[in-house]
């Protein structure tokens, strides 16, 4: 089996033999909370694609067969759709139904958000931001919102996130019944305990539902509905965990549990945080907690 050095050589060569008209450049582009390398396919018009190099290792590691590698590369390189979400976005009244709020990392994630000029504004240790989302048979692409969109728009950011906000729709269920639904389960099968103390937010999508954490009249009505202020744990860009306060274990105890998430169930191009949150219903605000 060929080493990822030795892939990467055998890839380009394959690329240049698979599409000899078009010109194969190495490329590496800010991904969120990483840097991913590939080769770009420039051919004709302006659309040009890029595989990731990485991607299609993990395909040759499964099957050690370059050809197989290459027949997976035709799923991904799909010039007319890309076109024809591009022509969606550029039109302001057919996108901004389909725009959402999402969260990553500051840290990680500073330098892809500036270096692609999205819009995102901080909040506590993230970068708030915008996309447009597209589903179609074959899934949900996602297309983050840069400042050239909003000239092409003419719009504000203000207006953007506003938009954004109001298009966004949350689910809060309690921890068993996610966990019910994932196994394909009733919650009386379940050899968990019956009472409610974790809550899952996220999305309709379960798509970068993330961003509920900041959706202050979902913090608050649920708050009011459970009777207690909670802690808020991160648990992917898709989602994050409520754990209501008069029932948590220690703080100690629940700084561990996020960094047991991460570090064996969250793939790294989806992980938020390592940080513990508090929502404070007399404060209305969510705030990071310290953790000695």
């Known amino acids: 089996m060929l080493n990822y050095e030795e892939f990467e050589r055998e890839f380009e060569k394959a690329l240049e033999k698979k599409y000899p008209e078009a010109k194969i450049v190495r490329q590496s582009r800010y991904k969120f909370n990483k840097i991913k390398k590939g080769f770009m396919i420039e051919g004709e018009g302006n659309i040009h694609p890029i595989v990731y190099t990485e991607d299609f290792y993990e395909v040759?590691?499964?099957?050690?067969?370059?050809?197989?590698?290459?027949?997976?590369?035709?799923?991904?390189?799909?010039?007319?759709?890309?076109?024809?979400?591009?022509?969606?976005?550029?039109?302001?009244?057919?996108?901004?139904?389909?725009?959402?709020?999402?969260?990553?990392?500051?840290?990680?994630?500073?330098?892809?958000?500036?270096?692609?000029?999205?819009?995102?504004?901080?909040?506590?240790?993230?970068?708030?931001?915008?996309?447009?989302?597209?589903?179609?048979?074959?899934?949900?692409?996602?297309?983050?919102?840069?400042?050239?969109?909003?000239?092409?728009?003419?719009?504000?950011?203000?207006?953007?996130?506003?938009?954004?906000?109001?298009?966004?729709?949350?689910?809060?269920?309690?921890?068993?019944?996610?966990?019910?639904e994932i196994m394909d389960k009733d919650v009386s099968e379940l050899d968990i305990p019956e009472d409610e103390v974790m809550y899952v937010v996220t999305n309709t999508t379960k798509n970068r539902g993330a961003a509920g954490m900041f959706d202050f009249d979902l913090l608050r009505k649920t708050a009011e509905k459970l009777d207690s202020d909670f802690y808020i744990l991160p648990s992917s860009i898709h989602e994050v965990i409520l754990v209501l306060e008069k029932e948590a274990p220690s703080m100690q105890k629940l700084k561990e549990l996020v960094g047991d998430v991460n570090r064996c169930h969250v793939k790294e191009e989806e992980f938020l945080s390592e940080n513990v949150y508090f929502y404070s219903r007399e404060a209305h605000q969510v705030k990071i907690v310290e953790v000695n």
Not at 86 to 114: A, G, R, S
Not at 137 to 145: E, R
Not at 156 to 162: G, K, L
């Open 60 to 180: 040759y590691q499964r099957f050690e067969e370059m050809d197989l590698v290459l027949d997976s590369i035709d799923a991904a390189v799909e010039c007319d759709k890309m076109n024809a979400y591009k022509d969606i976005v550029k039109d302001w009244n057919q996108t901004k139904e389909y725009i959402y709020p999402y969260i990553v990392n500051m840290d990680k994630n500073q330098l892809c958000m500036d270096c692609h000029d999205y819009v995102y504004k901080q909040r506590l240790d993230f970068a708030y931001s915008v996309y447009v989302e597209i589903a179609d048979d074959d899934g949900i692409a996602c297309v983050n919102i840069s400042h050239e969109l909003l000239r092409l728009w003419e719009v504000s950011e203000e207006e953007v996130f506003a938009i954004a906000e109001k298009n966004a729709k949350y689910d809060v269920r309690p921890m068993q019944q996610v966990i019910a």
